[in-house]
């Protein structure tokens, strides 16, 4: 995806972004959103450094001292206070925390393990819980925002995915039960995606993903930039929503 025009002087002038799993897919994209609304942004990733430093360089040269990474494992719960740190320390303040990053696999019954447990519930829900609770002190500060990027299936299961469409489940009620907890300083949201990008694993093969397709009301697929516009507007043009979680699916949800 080519660079979208940075506007200093956009809507989200001297805000601060932080996203997960940002180095690609759906995080690049809300990470580039973001920034062209004129946005310092912090990019996360664990494994994909190269993607990472090389997003952050377009971005800085289209807009200087606007855009740095970090990385680290998401798994380390007791280290997620370093993810905010990174933002103060660089820019001084958080404005936006968006919970990304995720991990996607089946789970067949019968085959599930407790590392399958650990890792799909600690990068679906405990992350974005204990680094909720990290950056909620910035954030109340800054009358500040957390988007949490959820899934259609953890409203309505995917066969062969218990355990991702439990954890997505949790984040969903984790979202709601934040934006209780945590206002009237913070909101608190979430994005439900239907079928934006397929996954890179190619669990979906074709005929698969014209039934899912077929299964949205507005038959065809959405895209990364659907999400990130969506997560544009909750951060610019939504200031009395929150405790939602916004269906992006092309009305798949609906017509299921």
């Known amino acids: 995806m080519n660079a979208i025009q940075t506007n200093e002087h956009g809507p989200l002038q001297g805000k601060v972004a932080l996203v997960t799993g940002a180095a690609k897919r759906v995080g690049a994209a809300i990470v580039r959103r973001m920034h062209a609304a004129g946005a310092n942004v912090i990019v996360h990733c664990h494994r994909t450094t190269t993607e990472a430093e090389k997003l952050v360089a377009e971005l800085e040269a289209l807009r200087p001292s606007s855009a740095t990474m970090t990385r680290l494992d998401l798994l380390e719960t007791d280290r997620l206070g370093e993810l905010v740190d990174v933002a103060k320390r660089r ?60 899934d259609i299936h953890g409203m309505r ?71 990130a516009r969506t997560a544009l507007f909750f951060a610019t043009d939504a200031p009395y929503i929150t405790g939602q979680i916004l269906a992006v699916d092309g009305g798949r949800s609906v017509g299921w």
């Open 91 to 150: 820019f001084g303040r958080l404005d936006i925390l968006v919970n990304n990053a995720s991990t996607f696999y089946p789970t067949p019954v019968g085959e599930i393990t407790s590392a399958h447990w650990d890792d799909l519930m600690g990068s679906n829900l405990k992350a974005p819980l204990f680094l909720s609770q990290a950056a909620a002190p910035a954030l109340r500060a800054s009358q500040g925002l957390i988007l949490n990027i959820v």
């Open 157 to 227: 299961p995917l066969r062969r995915y218990p355990v991702y469409g439990a954890a997505k489940a949790g984040l969903i009620m984790l979202t709601r039960a934040l934006a209780r907890e945590l206002g009237p300083q913070i909101r608190v949201n979430g994005i439900a995606p239907g079928p934006v990008m397929w996954p890179e694993d190619g669990v979906a093969d074709a005929v698969l993903q014209k039934k899912i397709v077929d299964r949205t009301l507005l038959k065809r697929t959405g895209s990364a930039e659907d999400i």
